[in-house]
């Protein structure tokens, strides 16, 4: 067991949590929907069929999740732009090909940058921001997203969720700071999943309770609370992802913990995003927690995590829940999760069959237009065009090589055409398109993400979002660019 | 200042194939059988042909690459053959480059073809494709129907006219086109419909409903071009000659830049006033006896009427609905049934406006002949409201 008193590192004094994102997609599958597809051949889900759990939409991965997550941080801080970006998952779409790459292009950071995927076990998350806590340097955005596909009728299916959250670690003013920490691993197979494949198999719970979480656990925390130098009951929120139900309690009984700090595992609003969770419980418990709070944050998986964090003057309480965690939008139709999860094969007829093979080339070439949404400026009209050209679009200045980068992923923008196009094959129709117009003038045509058809109108604000635009099934790629999804009205 | 081509081209031999799924013919049985009917009108050899232009826009669906299948389907002698591709506006492309050649001394007689085979793809519409390895990056892959709904929305928006307001008028589009195919013996769709029909058809990209959108058919039409002088040696009488010939091709200004309303087809306005200048028409709205448009959909017919200068801004709707381009109205438009009922063989289509126009002119029209036909426009548009080639031509007597 391997443990670090952050205290009497005297480097860490500033460093900590600068800032945090959280992004949750906006559909919330109904665990009801899910069960009564099931009733015929396992009944026993009834018992977990409460509620909604967040669902990933058919163009939404653990990469598009993760840019919004960082988005969010990035944005939440007033801080420079970090040296080092870690992306944790168990999830990510490419197994040779820096996920965080694609990450790092979408957020525009400098190309200066260290960057890694990190994986392996649901502790991915946990692990990297003790390292991230622990380190020395500049900024460090650390994000973590998980979009897991268990297997029809698995309890997993219920109970997990999508989603990412992310923190800017680094040096400064920051809202929280690592007390100490400890780690323990061991190859304790409570589940695996095979590289490449879907869906875990999982051993009995039984056993995983009392052979697992409550002989690994408790020791790793009391070793964190020893290395911060805080008693258990001191602790004011106490952060575990519910592997299993009725396991917080368990933990918090044999550590000292007392059990009313327990943070909620959010199975209500999302359910356990993976690698994701603790990171996504931590974002709501500091927008929640007031200066002088401890935060033990606890997750499982091949071995455990323990951090217990002290928030800072920075930390301003509110007992509102943040914006992430919004009621999102309800989808009782469970064959469409299996068809947007790729575990179920519609007939989508010929148009469906249009190869979409990337050109890498001509991909390289266009990174930064696509994957960072930049056009380019006129430095002699100032008149912003997407893409970048040779040539001012401008008629009446028609300048030569004069445009600098402008990303346009951050402009305001609103509709000015669309339509629902139900010819046009999309994974869920209809395929909602339309010219967008921004603030600067710009303007672009653009797919619709995450709308209704009812919620298109001409004059309707739009946000920019990164998600998947096309996925080629026979070679395995996928392509990004950005979408405009419509500022929905509260409540909608 | 150039002369332009008005009067200096005759079109002295028309074809067009009966438009349809023409399940068991090859595209080059559709050339044979246009090119058949163009020379018998002209009244000259096949061997008197000394260039010819091929239209087609879907070759990977259809003949393939390059004007081998021109020459090869009609046996041309070796001779000059060109191939041409314009999108939608492929048809036109192919004359202009027969009349221009004509115009310039080069040959004396030459020959516009254009053919398009759609019905072997497996499935209805226009096939799905590519924009190119940089565009497909980010450009939705939009279909036609859903880039040309943009411009109900955007028309809604920029004159207040009611989303029922504008359904009517489209709708009226429609039911006139099916009304007039029901007299054209070579159109694809020769069934009457109702407003209500339209009205509650399937949706196929809002608000255009199955019955907004144009049929997608097989199909070739083809002219024999040359000089008034050769024409009268060849017997011809009552001369049709080319007024004008325009192109104008979007720069990226209507999909980049701040100033296209994106309720109207920007190509057609700066080529309309061209082919006028160029024809000495200065008020179409009298000059014009008939015209055919690219009523790819019935928006799109709606907006063009606005865009070639015959309705005010924002009164296309009202004059729709009142009649004005019905085929008993003051400017009949898509008298043949248009792209929405004579068919959209894609390559074909801007000959095919021709080829109406043409018969029109001399009185060949069958049942569908209109009592004044002197002076006719096309307008043939390939691409998207946003990104597209308009090309128009005027065509009439000599001398009118």
Request: hydrophobic share 40%; with cysteine.
């Amino acid at each position: 067991m391997n443990t670090n008193n952050g205290a009497n590192n005297g480097a860490a004094t500033d460093r900590g949590i600068l800032a945090v994102g959280a992004y949750l997609p906006r559909l919330r599958l109904d665990r009801k929907s899910v069960a009564a597809g099931h009733r015929w051949m396992a009944p026993g889900l009834r018992g977990l069929a409460q509620g909604v759990r967040s669902m990933a939409n058919w163009d939404e991965d653990a990469i598009t999740m993760a840019v919004e997550a960082g988005r969010r941080a990035l944005a939440a801080a007033q801080a420079p732009a970090p040296e080092m970006l870690t992306l944790a998952s168990t999830t990510l779409p490419f197994a040779d090909r820096l996920n965080a790459a694609v990450v790092a292009s979408a957020l525009s950071l400098p190309k200066a940058l260290a960057a890694s995927d990190c994986g392996g076990s649901l502790r991915a998350g946990g692990s990297a921001l003790i390292r991230a806590l622990q380190g020395s340097g500049g900024q460090q955005l650390l994000i973590a997203s998980e979009r897991r596909i268990p297997r029809p009728a698995s309890t997993a299916e219920l109970m997990v969720g999508d989603g990412a959250a992310a923190l800017l670690v680094g040096e400064g003013e920051p809202i929280a700071r690592l007390l100490g920490s400890a780690s323990l691993t061991a190859d304790f197979v409570d589940h695996f999943r095979e590289s490449g494949r879907d869906g875990d198999y999982g051993w009995e719970e039984r056993w995983v309770r009392d052979e697992g979480l409550s002989k690994l656990v408790p020791p790793v925390v009391k070793q964190a609370l020893q290395a911060a130098g805080v008693d258990a009951n001191r602790i004011d929120h106490f952060v575990m992802p519910e592997k299993l139900r009725k396991v917080g309690p368990m933990v918090a009984k044999k550590v000292g913990v007392r059990p009313e700090t327990i943070v909620d595992p959010l199975f209500d609003r999302c359910g356990d995003t993976g690698a994701a969770h603790p990171l996504l419980m931590l974002a709501r418990t500091l927008a929640k927690a007031g200066p002088g709070q401890t935060i033990l944050v606890v997750q499982f998986g091949s071995g455990c995590d323990a951090l217990v964090l002290e928030t800072t003057d920075r930390a301003t309480g509110s007992d509102t829940e943040p914006a992430w965690l919004d009621e999102g939008q309800v989808e009782t139709n469970y064959l469409k999760y299996l068809s947007f999860t790729g575990q179920i094969e519609l007939e989508w007829g010929m148009r469906a069959e249009m190869d979409n093979k990337t050109a890498l080339s001509a991909a390289w070439r266009a990174e930064e237009t696509v994957h960072g949404f930049s056009g380019g400026r006129c430095g002699e009209c100032g008149t912003v065009q997407f893409p970048a050209s040779r040539i001012c679009v401008n008629p009446d200045c028609g300048a030569v090589d004069t445009q600098q980068p402008y990303r346009l992923a951050d402009e305001p923008a609103k509709i000015r055409s669309f339509t629902c196009d139900w010819l046009s094959y999309k994974p869920c129709p209809p395929f909602m398109f339309g010219h967008v117009e921004f603030a600067n003038a710009a303007r672009v045509l653009m797919e619709f993400a995450d709308c209704d058809p009812a919620d298109l109108a001409v004059g309707v604000p739009l946000d920019m979002v990164f998600r998947i635009k096309e996925v080629d099934p026979m070679r395995g790629f996928r392509r990004y660019f950005w979408k405009a999804k419509p500022q929905l009205k509260a409540g909608e | 200042m150039a002369n332009g081509i008005r009067d200096r081209v005759a079109i002295v031999g028309m074809g067009c194939s009966r438009f349809g799924e023409r399940w068991s013919d090859n595209a080059e049985d559709l050339m044979l059988e246009a090119f058949s009917e163009a020379l018998r009108d002209a009244g000259i050899e096949r061997n008197k042909i000394e260039a010819a232009w091929l239209g087609v826009c879907l070759e990977e669906n259809n003949v393939g690459k390059t004007a081998g299948p021109l020459a090869q389907g009609l046996r041309l002698p070796y001779i000059a053959v060109t191939r041409v591709e314009n999108a939608c506006a492929t048809g036109t492309e192919a004359l202009r480059g027969a009349v221009y050649a004509v115009a310039s001394g080069a040959y004396d007689i030459a020959l516009a073809l254009g053919v398009e085979k759609l019905k072997d793809t497996g499935y209805g519409g226009l096939p799905v494709r590519t924009r190119g390895v940089v565009a497909d990056l980010w450009l939705p892959n939009a279909s036609a129907p859903g880039a040309f709904a943009q411009l109900a929305s955007a028309y809604q928006a920029k004159y207040g006219v009611s989303y029922d307001d504008l359904k009517q008028a489209m709708a009226h589009v429609s039911v006139k086109s099916h009304d007039n195919a029901v007299l054209n013996p070579k159109a694809h769709l020769r069934n009457k419909i109702t407003i209500d029909d339209v009205l509650k058809a399937p949706t196929v990209a809002e608000p255009l409903g199955l019955y907004d959108c144009s049929g997608v058919s097989d199909g070739a039409a083809c002219a024999i071009v040359t000089t008034p002088e050769i024409a009268r040696e060849l017997g011809k009488r009552d001369i049709v000659t080319v007024k004008s010939l325009q192109l104008a091709v979007s720069n990226g200004e209507e999909a980049q830049f701040s100033n296209w309303d994106g309720a109207s087809v920007r190509t057609a306005e700066v080529a309309a006033a061209k082919a006028y200048r160029e024809a000495g028409i200065a008020d179409p709205r009298e000059a014009l006896d008939l015209i055919e448009v690219h009523d790819c959909f019935s928006i799109t017919e709606l907006v063009l009427m606005e865009n070639l200068g015959l309705s005010d801004p924002g009164r296309a709707p009202f004059d729709i609905l009142e009649g004005r381009y019905d085929r008993n109205g003051k400017i009949p438009c898509q008298v043949d049934g248009g792209l929405k009922c004579f068919g959209h063989p894609i390559g074909a289509s801007g000959l095919r406006m021709v080829y109406e126009v043409y018969q029109q002119i001399l009185g060949r029209a069958g049942e569908r002949q209109l009592a004044k036909a002197d002076i006719g426009l096309t307008q043939n548009l390939g691409g998207h409201p946003h990104q597209n080639v308009c090309a128009i031509s005027i065509i009439g007597r000599l001398g009118a």
